[in-house]
């Protein structure tokens, strides 16, 4: 049996891929959750196969969750579903490691199948994803995204340093280098790119 997690703050959402889900022979949902920090603190007791995981929920906390379960169970097979097409996401994903990444307007079919896939052992991404990719925007690193998505979110170095276990200093380098690479001077010029130029929206 294929034990399978589903995160998403939208419960239709969630029932329409249970649904589906559980239409093949073979897969559970055993467990559903409406916001990533409870993922991250149920995950590891529920022993599962595969999680399904929308990328931006209210509270944000998903690449905080994606890193903690490839962590405490490396054999748990995660995909991200998102609405966001930047390329700058999806290379942080792929970063951290994620086995598969799907927008979340793929078809029932593309699911079920990246499912598959991914629990033999293969790394998916959508056809839109790679397209994306291959437009790449600046090459930043998966710590300096995630502090990027700090940033916008309006977090303070002293917060983003706490949620991320590092010190003001390391997350000062962050900033700064993102600063450098985007071509910006402070954190307003650097919100502001990032709504120009899509970084982390639609």
Do not use: C, W
């Amino acid at each position: 049996m294929l034990r399978i997690v589903l995160t998403d703050d939208h419960t239709l959402f969630r029932n329409g891929i249970r649904l589906l889900l559980e239409s093949v022979e073979g897969y559970e949902v055993v467990a559903e959750f409406n916001n990533a920090d409870e993922l991250q603190r149920k995950v590891r007791s529920l022993k599962v196969d595969l999680v399904i995981l929308d990328y931006r929920m209210p509270g944000g906390g998903s690449t905080s969750a994606l890193e903690y379960i490839k962590k405490v169970s490396p054999n748990t097979k995660v995909i991200v579903l998102t609405g966001v097409r930047s390329s700058s996401l999806f290379q942080y994903l792929i970063g951290s490691d994620a086995d598969g990444i799907l927008l979340k307007d793929a078809s029932s079919d593309e699911l079920l199948s990246s499912v598959k896939k991914v629990v033999s052992g293969e790394k998916v991404l959508s056809q839109s994803v790679q397209d994306s990719l291959l437009k790449r925007k600046p090459n930043l690193t998966p710590r300096e995204f995630q502090v990027l998505d700090m940033v916008v979110e309006g977090l303070s170095t002293n917060e983003i340093a706490e949620r991320l276990g590092l010190s003001n200093k390391t997350v000062e380098s962050h900033r700064y280098s993102l600063n450098h690479k985007l071509g910006v001077k402070n954190a307003v010029e650097l919100v502001h790119y990032v709504q120009e130029h899509g970084l982390l929206e639609n």
